[in-house]
């Protein structure tokens, strides 16, 4: 049990489209999800919480009009990086946490992405 | 103060030795303290959780937890070349939804 899928695991895009990152709790239900960025050789950093059905809430020094984050669903949070530009690039992951299962969070397998 | 703290490593271990990967918290609230492991490219797989004092065992892997010294360690019995990884201690404080995350200890076993 306690697994979090992620879509796609990796995407290249041209500076300054947007893309979109999907993650999904598959079988349970996640009450809240949490977005972190890692870049090679470095630790995780938490982008942002977000709870089902109420606005996400961003750590400090992260742009929310940059990573639009969408929690519509107990089980589907998605993260938007618009007008991504190569600094941009890095590896997303999500991870998911039920209170059924207490303070754990599962983390998804990540999204690679890479704008040129 | 940092919240969470591990040395980077590498740990080297041969084969069939015991690893002892170490953290140290700073908030004495903290209640729920878990070890992840993070192959090179990959994203973290939970390994072990431990919420009380003493230890927790699953398999080749023992957590142990001490909250009057803020200390969190995992042992790693008859240490393979598949556990070569970083190890990342993570601790939730009270009153947090969040898990604060070391910067992780990388692990070598050697064949």
């Known amino acids: 049990g306690a697994v979090v899928s992620q879509h796609p695991s990796r995407v290249i895009c041209k500076s300054g489209t947007s893309v979109k990152i999907e993650c999904r709790s598959l079988d349970f239900q996640a009450t809240t999800m949490f977005w972190y960025r890692q870049f090679p050789k470095q630790s995780l950093m938490l982008m942002a919480t977000?709870?089902?059905?109420?606005?996400?809430?961003?750590e400090q020094g992260v742009e929310k009009d940059k990573f639009l984050i969408n929690h519509a669903s107990l089980t589907l949070s998605t993260l938007t990086v618009t007008s991504a530009h190569p600094e941009d690039s890095s590896f997303y992951i999500c991870?998911?946490?039920?209170?059924?299962?207490?303070?754990?969070?599962?983390f998804g397998p990540g999204t690679r992405l890479t704008v040129l | 103060q940092k919240e969470v703290e591990q040395n980077s490593g590498p740990l080297s271990v041969p084969e069939g030795a015991i690893a002892s990967l170490n953290c140290t918290y700073s908030d004495r609230g903290s209640q729920s303290f878990f070890w992840y492991r993070q192959y090179s490219g990959k994203s973290p797989e939970l390994i072990m959780s431990?919420?009380?004092?003493g230890d927790q065992e699953d398999g080749r892997f023992t957590a142990q937890l001490n909250k009057a010294s803020q200390y969190v360690s995992l042992l790693i019995r008859d240490s393979q070349p598949s556990d070569s990884a970083t190890y990342l201690c993570?601790?939730?404080?009270?009153?947090?939804?969040?898990?604060?995350f070391g910067k992780g200890t990388m692990l070598l076993v050697s064949p």
């Open positions: 993570a601790v939730n404080r009270r009153g947090y939804s969040t898990l604060t």
């Open positions: 431990i919420y009380s004092n």
């Open positions: 977000s709870n089902e059905g109420s606005k996400a809430t961003y």
């Open positions: 991870s998911a946490r039920s209170l059924a299962q207490g303070d754990e969070q599962f």
